[in-house]
């Protein structure tokens, strides 16, 4: 699956992506995304694909069709809660930290262990963990790319043996962006995040 994400992008670029039948959007802030929502068609699905806090999750937990961006058990918790005021269950996605830089956030593999025995997440019924995210580090090297996709693969693999072997909604694996998703691709990605390859380079 493709999500074209869409941050500081106008509408306007989005409703043309839109209707030559593009469907599935992401977004990484929650106030651009909250504001561009209302004014675009209802069927969009709609990606939160960056950091969340946990106070924000109030404003796209009425709409929001996945998120892809859990990095802590409190965060998995807030949404459970306001998924459970609108009366719905959230897929999202838990993010593993799979780059070097200190700054992309995420589990290590043994924390992500400690999360899924946990008593606590099991007890979050209003949420449903589709499979794992990842961001690989910034760099020209593509070797580097692709062995921490590939370990983000094997995280899965090893994941979905011990904790979702009989579940088959556990089965997407977000990696890829606009300079790494052929390799994404081939390292076993079943959604690739991309802005830049659709709309053109973003201006700040
Ligand atoms: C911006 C962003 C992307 C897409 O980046 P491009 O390089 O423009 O394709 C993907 N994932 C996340 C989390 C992002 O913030």
Not at 68 to 88: F, P, T, Y
Not at 99 to 106: D, I, L, M, N, P
Not at 171 to 178: D, N
């Amino acid at each position: 699956m493709i999500i074209a994400v869409s941050k500081r992008k106008p509408v306007d670029d989005i409703m043309v992506a839109y209707e030559a039948g593009h469907r599935v959007f992401g977004e990484n802030r929650v106030q651009e995304l909250v504001e561009k929502q209302p004014l675009l068609p209802g069927d969009i699905q709609w990606h939160m694909i960056g950091h969340l806090q946990t106070n924000k999750v109030k404003y796209i937990a009425g709409f929001v069709d996945m998120i892809h961006s859990v990095d802590s058990l409190k965060l998995a918790r807030a949404i459970d809660q306001e998924a459970h005021k609108n009366d719905r269950v959230i897929p999202v996605l838990l993010q593993v930290h799979i780059a070097e830089e200190e700054s992309k956030f995420g589990f290590s593999e043994s924390a992500l262990n400690s999360l899924l025995i946990s008593k606590e997440l099991s007890f979050l019924q209003n949420i449903r963990i589709d499979g794992l995210m990842g961001m690989a580090t910034f760099t020209e090297d593509m070797k580097k790319v692709r062995s921490e996709f590939r370990y983000l693969r094997e995280v899965f693999s090893r994941v979905k043996n011990a904790y979702f072997a009989g579940s088959d909604n556990f089965r997407q694996i977000s990696m890829g962006m606009s300079g790494d998703y052929a390799i994404a691709i081939e390292e076993g990605s079943t959604m690739i995040r991309v802005g830049t390859v659709i709309f053109g380079a973003r201006t700040y």
